[in-house]
């Protein structure tokens, strides 16, 4: 039973962490007019940043940065050896 509680604990940790860069992500996106280039490296950057992920995506309004490409997402994807 104690391994048990040690594991949800752990688990519990590491969403607590996830949920709180991820609202970092949330709030700088919503509170500033990032352009592609500024959007891809800020998601390059929280995915380097948070361990435990693999990689981060930023989903945004169809056509928002090329009115003919209808691009909805900036996806990183780190591969840690």
Known sequence: MQQTIKVKQSVDSIFQYLISNTNEIAQLVSENSYNEDQLTKLVKDYSLKIDLCLGV????????????????????INIRA
């Open 57 to 76: 995506t930023i989903a945004f309004e169809p056509y928002q940065f090329n009115k003919e490409i209808k691009l909805l997402a900036r996806i990183t």
